[in-house]
């Protein structure tokens, strides 16, 4: 086994893998740098590019995208006072008192320090476990591997924020876009309405951008400002580094809490940095000054959200369930490069196993290197108007998302799925719930059919089974204890939302729930087609979510004012009253102005019209600004487009007219 760590170690020692580390670094410094984007947004940009790529050279750059991203989004939670993602809020309570206060170097280099001390703890409890777990890993079978899906979509019970009826609704619906296609069981295709492009269902890519990176683009698109105000650096930088080592123990505790939560699937980030910030406000006792700047509420929620990342790695590698949102579209990844997670990536697998976690220590040490490296020219970043980045954002997901397929019907359910998302978010749907719901459909559905095939009913009797429904009956009852909302804020008990009086005022999120209920009816109607093992998983989703909605419409219509079940972030969100804010539509409008000019002149023909006209109309760009910012975008999809051998999407144009490359 010793053998296999250190040949894991040279493989991973090359130029080659290096580079595409470095590469997913890149963008994972991007990604976190960018507030509301996070781990979701940045793998899904990335899992199209694995195409072809042999498979330590692309896990290799999924790990450096993963392991940065809890490292750079403190570069806004400290700057701006903004949580760069969920894994960073706690950050925030410290950390910008602290650049208020002139110390903002201090702060930053004590939580970059902070987190690569994580991320190294993080592989070594991966190593461990992974010694110690293989004997019990070999003997888990077909249902084993069913309950253990089972426990991981326990895990909505968690995220199932106010209203446990949107959670449990919001994970069905994500079910059954996981249904979508053919049948393990019997080949049959499901859901495909005529459509050729569902015959293999809805690729990962797609649902990770259409719901999660696209709503939060919309959200910043329309508040028309500078992504922060931007406050001096100061000095501190090796300060610091001497309040992490004063620290070590506090570091160190917290990377085991980071561990722990990580390790439960579907929790991960949500809560881990507001634990591990609880534990220093609990055992802290000389001088703390919580909340005003203290150094020690930056160490230990930075210490714990890279720690996250190795035990989030646990169930994904080792039982194929997602440990957190990220892990769920970084699952996707491995299968995509055809490696099955389970039992062989003890034993057949281990040495992919072994370079995943050497990739999660050096990816650590790199990302809180390049942290510290640009940590004033990205501060500077941070002043840019976010109207003048939105258009790369918006081109490049575009150019993500039809890779899946390579064609215009990506761009198409991009968009469809992105105002899903964005009437989820508004309506306090967890979207979470419905990414987890979506990757663990085929393995509950493959290996449910299996253990029926092996074992028959008596599967139910086997010890493993028994112990692990246990599991997940436990974690049911203390999710439903201690729900967290995708942003990981714990909900109160008492319905004491905010929320505005009236039928009429709840008329749009009253719709929204309807239309959910439709989709689901027609999920229904179309399981009832096909033969009993094509038709039992779909079915089953259906009327448990149909149940759902049958609690939660009466809840919308008859519920008291600051009922749990209403939410809409329209009419109580912080934005409500500020100058300046624009609609809840505009960003979605621009990408569907996108989509619709790709429909009729092909992609790279579009984006050579998007870019200017969004620079001029949206931004108020100046000429010389709009040629430079078109060119340098035009420049970079063609580089990629060169260098991927890839044709654009297109359009109607191009039926008609013979063009040359790229704009064919």
Same mark, same amino acid.
């Given at each position: 086994?010793?053998?296999?760590?250190?040949?894991?170690?040279?493989?991973?020692?090359?130029?080659?893998?290096?580079?595409?580390?470095?590469?997913?670094?890149?963008?994972?410094?991007?990604?976190?740098?960018?507030? &509301?984007?996070?781990?979701?947004?940045?793998?899904?940009?990335?899992?199209?590019?694995?195409?072809?790529?042999?498979?330590? *050279?692309?896990?290799?750059?999924?790990?450096?995208?993963?392991?940065?991203?809890? *490292?750079?989004?403190?570069? +806004? +939670?400290?700057?701006?006072?903004?949580?760069?993602?969920?894994?960073?809020?706690?950050?925030?309570?410290?950390?910008?008192?602290?650049? /208020?206060?002139?110390?903002?170097?201090?702060?930053?280099?004590?939580?970059?320090? +902070?987190?690569?001390?994580?991320?190294? #703890?993080?592989?070594?409890?991966?190593? &461990?476990?992974?010694?110690?777990?293989?004997?019990?890993?070999?003997?888990?079978?077909?249902?084993?591997?069913?309950?253990?899906?089972?426990?991981?979509?326990?895990?909505?019970?968690?995220?199932?924020?106010?209203?446990?009826?949107?959670?449990?609704?919001?994970?069905?619906?994500?079910?059954?876009?996981?249904?979508?296609?053919?049948?393990?069981?019997?080949?049959?295709?499901?859901?495909?309405?005529?459509?050729?492009?569902?015959?293999?269902?809805?690729?990962?890519?797609?649902? &990770?951008?259409?719901? #999660?990176?696209?709503?939060?683009?919309?959200?910043?698109?329309?508040?028309?400002?500078?992504?922060?105000?931007?406050?001096?650096?100061?000095?501190?930088?090796?300060?610091?580094?001497?309040?992490?080592?004063?620290?070590?123990?506090?570091?160190? /505790?917290?990377?085991?809490?980071?561990?722990?939560?990580?390790?439960?699937?579907?929790?991960?980030?949500?809560?881990?940095?507001?634990?591990?910030?609880?534990?220093?406000?609990?055992?802290?006792?000389?001088?703390?000054?919580?909340?005003?700047?203290?150094?020690?509420?930056?160490?230990?929620?930075?210490?714990?959200?890279?720690?996250?990342?190795?035990?989030?790695?646990?169930?994904?590698?080792?039982?194929?369930?997602?440990?957190?949102? @990220?892990?769920?579209? =970084?699952?996707?990844?491995?299968?995509?490069?055809?490696?099955?997670?389970?039992? @062989?990536?003890?034993?057949?697998?281990?040495?992919?196993?072994?370079?995943?976690?050497?990739?999660?220590?050096?990816?650590?040490?790199?990302?809180?290197?390049?942290?510290?490296?640009?940590?004033?020219?990205? @501060?500077?970043?941070?002043?840019?108007?976010?109207?003048?980045?939105?258009?790369?954002?918006?081109?490049?997901?575009?150019?993500?998302?039809?890779?899946?397929? /390579?064609?215009?019907?990506?761009?198409?359910?991009?968009?469809?799925?992105?105002?899903?998302?964005?009437?989820?978010?508004?309506?306090?749907?967890? /979207?979470?719930?419905?990414?987890?719901?979506?990757?663990?459909?085929?393995?509950?559905?493959?290996?449910?059919?299996?253990?029926?095939?092996?074992?028959?009913?008596?599967?139910?009797?086997?010890?493993?089974?028994?112990?692990?429904? $246990?599991?997940?009956?436990?974690?049911?009852? =203390?999710?439903?204890?201690?729900?967290?909302?995708?942003?990981?804020?714990?909900?109160?008990?008492?319905?004491?939302?905010?929320?505005?009086?009236?039928?009429?005022?709840?008329?749009?999120?009253? &719709? #929204?729930?309807?239309?959910?209920?439709?989709?689901?009816?027609?999920?229904? *109607?179309? +399981?009832?087609?096909?033969?009993?093992?094509?038709?039992?998983?779909?079915?089953?989703?259906?009327?448990?979510? $149909?149940?759902?909605?049958?609690?939660?419409?009466?809840?919308?219509?008859?519920?008291?004012?600051?009922?749990?079940?209403?939410?809409?972030?329209?009419?109580?969100?912080?934005?409500?009253?500020?100058?300046?804010?624009?609609?809840?539509?505009?960003?979605?409008?621009?990408?569907?102005?996108?989509?619709?000019?790709?429909?009729?002149?092909? #992609?790279?023909?579009?984006?050579?019209?998007?870019?200017?006209?969004?620079?001029?109309?949206?931004?108020?760009?100046?000429?010389?600004?709009?040629?430079?910012?078109?060119?340098?975008?035009?420049?970079?999809?063609?580089?990629?487009?060169?260098?991927? @051998?890839?044709?654009?999407?297109?359009?109607?144009?191009?039926?008609?007219?013979?063009?040359?490359?790229?704009?064919?």
């Amino acid at each position: 086994m010793v053998d296999t760590l250190l040949s894991a170690l040279g493989a991973l020692l090359t130029f080659q893998h290096l580079f595409y580390m470095l590469i997913g670094v890149s963008v994972g410094l991007v990604i976190g740098v960018i507030p &509301g984007l996070g781990g979701i947004a940045g793998l899904s940009l990335l899992i199209p590019f694995l195409y072809g790529m042999d498979e330590i *050279t692309a896990l290799a750059m999924l790990i450096g995208l993963v392991a940065v991203i809890p *490292t750079s989004d403190t570069f +806004s +939670s400290v700057l701006m006072g903004i949580p760069g993602s969920s894994a960073s809020q706690a950050t925030v309570l410290d950390g910008f008192p602290l650049a /208020r206060q002139g110390q903002a170097a201090r702060a930053l280099s004590a939580a970059f320090i +902070s987190s690569m001390a994580g991320g190294i #703890f993080g592989a070594v409890v991966l190593t &461990g476990f992974v010694v110690i777990a293989r004997p019990i890993i070999l003997s888990f079978g077909s249902a084993e591997l069913f309950m253990l899906a089972l426990f991981g979509l326990s895990m909505v019970a968690v995220l199932a924020g106010r209203s446990l009826a949107k959670g449990l609704a919001a994970c069905c619906i994500g079910l059954i876009i996981g249904s979508i296609g053919g049948a393990p069981a019997t080949g049959e295709f499901r859901m495909i309405f005529g459509f050729d492009y569902l015959y293999d269902g809805i690729p990962l890519v797609i649902v &990770g951008l259409g719901f #999660f990176a696209i709503p939060e683009i919309a959200d910043l698109l329309r508040k028309n400002s500078a992504i922060a105000s931007g406050h001096a650096l100061g000095s501190g930088w090796f300060q610091g580094f001497r309040d992490w080592w004063a620290n070590l123990w506090l570091s160190m /505790r917290c990377a085991g809490i980071g561990c722990i939560i990580g390790a439960i699937p579907g929790l991960g980030g949500s809560v881990v940095d507001w634990i591990a910030y609880g534990h220093a406000v609990q055992t802290v006792k000389k001088d703390p000054q919580f909340g005003k700047g203290d150094i020690r509420g930056v160490v230990a929620p930075e210490s714990a959200n890279n720690a996250m990342q190795g035990g989030a790695l646990l169930p994904t590698m080792l039982f194929g369930i997602p440990g957190s949102g @990220s892990m769920a579209v =970084f699952l996707g990844g491995m299968v995509l490069l055809g490696i099955q997670p389970g039992p @062989s990536m003890v034993g057949a697998d281990l040495n992919i196993t072994y370079s995943i976690i050497w990739s999660l220590a050096l990816a650590n040490v790199m990302g809180a290197g390049i942290c510290l490296a640009l940590a004033i020219p990205i @501060s500077r970043l941070t002043q840019i108007p976010f109207q003048r980045l939105a258009p790369f954002m918006i081109v490049l997901i575009s150019f993500a998302a039809f890779q899946a397929t /390579r064609s215009l019907a990506d761009l198409v359910a991009l968009l469809s799925l992105g105002v899903l998302g964005v009437l989820m978010k508004r309506f306090g749907w967890p /979207r979470p719930a419905l990414l987890i719901g979506y990757v663990l459909a085929p393995q509950a559905e493959t290996y449910f059919y299996q253990a029926l095939q092996f074992n028959g009913w008596s599967f139910l009797g086997r010890p493993g089974v028994i112990i692990i429904g $246990l599991m997940t009956l436990a974690s049911v009852f =203390f999710g439903l204890r201690n729900r967290v909302d995708e942003h990981g804020a714990v909900e109160p008990k008492a319905d004491d939302a905010p929320d505005v009086p009236g039928l009429k005022a709840h008329l749009p999120q009253i &719709g #929204f729930a309807l239309a959910m209920a439709v989709l689901l009816l027609v999920a229904l *109607t179309d +399981s009832l087609k096909h033969d009993f093992l094509g038709q039992v998983f779909p079915l089953a989703v259906s009327v448990i979510g $149909l149940v759902m909605l049958a609690i939660l419409i009466p809840q919308l219509v008859r519920g008291k004012t600051g009922h749990h079940a209403h939410f809409d972030a329209e009419l109580t969100g912080d934005h409500v009253g500020q100058e300046g804010i624009g609609t809840l539509w505009g960003g979605l409008g621009w990408i569907a102005a996108l989509v619709g000019l790709t429909a009729l002149i092909g #992609f790279y023909a579009a984006l050579l019209i998007f870019f200017p006209v969004f620079l001029i109309v949206r931004a108020k760009a100046g000429p010389v600004a709009v040629v430079l910012m078109t060119a340098l975008a035009a420049g970079f999809i063609l580089l990629l487009a060169w260098a991927l @051998s890839l044709n654009f999407p297109s359009g109607l144009l191009q039926s008609l007219v013979d063009l040359p490359w790229p704009l064919r």
